[in-house]
């Protein structure tokens, strides 16, 4: 249904952790998928290694070379400020309303209501703003979401869950950390996989959905 997709990530490794198998089967079957990294640039992210190249590495390995080559699927590099999204929403939301305008999605991913971390909550307020009328679901982050709640679910295969893995291990100095680790994201594809009678899934929340 949906053919031009746009994945909204506050910080450059939320696309994947949240969607990683999800983007990666969206790009098999042909759909534009285009993700927006918020704090990438200009030195504002402290917490990753070079990451304009390492974002890049991470959707090839979701998407592939040539697709990347094509335009099928985009990466956006934006530079909003680690932490302090707060105090530009009104920016963030002009963004979201350009990025709209430019873009077309008749789908867009965010991350879910009830997320802890400061960023993502601006994140998925204002997209709700951006994109009235446009589906808006909420991915799940694991080590900042305790008590989500899914109500849909994506069906992933072995070897999507395994570019969503190499996806995670391109930025260097996350690779180590606990949610990141393949058997870590294994577990939690295996748990929404139970949860909705399939091998492998990934999960999400419904802040709209719009059947044109």
């Not at 009830?114 to 589906?135: I, P, S, W, Y």
Request: net charge negative.
């Amino acid at each position: 249904m949906f053919t031009r997709i746009l994945i909204l990530a506050p910080h450059p490794d939320d696309a994947e952790l949240g969607c990683g198998g999800t983007i990666a089967r969206l790009a098999d079957e042909g759909r534009g998928v285009m993700v927006a990294t918020l704090t990438d640039r200009d030195g504002n992210c402290p917490l990753m290694g070079d990451i304009a190249s390492e974002s890049e590495n991470a959707l090839e390995q979701l998407v592939g070379a040539a697709r990347m080559k094509s335009g099928q699927c985009v990466l956006i590099h934006l530079a909003f400020p680690l932490f302090e999204m707060r105090t530009v929403r009104q920016h963030v939301l002009s963004t979201f309303e350009r990025l709209r305008r430019e873009l077309k999605p008749d789908a867009v991913f965010a991350p879910a209501l009830g997320d802890l971390h400061q960023d993502h909550q601006v994140c998925m307020d204002e997209a709700a703003r951006a994109f009235k009328g446009v589906t808006l679901l909420g991915y799940h982050i694991l080590r900042s979401n305790p008590d989500f709640a899914p109500s849909v679910y994506v069906g992933i295969t072995e070897d999507q869950l395994a570019r969503k893995a190499a996806a995670v291990a391109c930025y260097s100095t996350q690779r180590d950390k606990a949610y990141c680790q393949p058997p870590v994201l294994r577990a939690q594809a295996a748990f929404c996989g139970a949860q909705c009678g399939l091998p492998l899934a990934e999960a999400f929340s419904v802040r709209w959905a719009v059947m044109p």
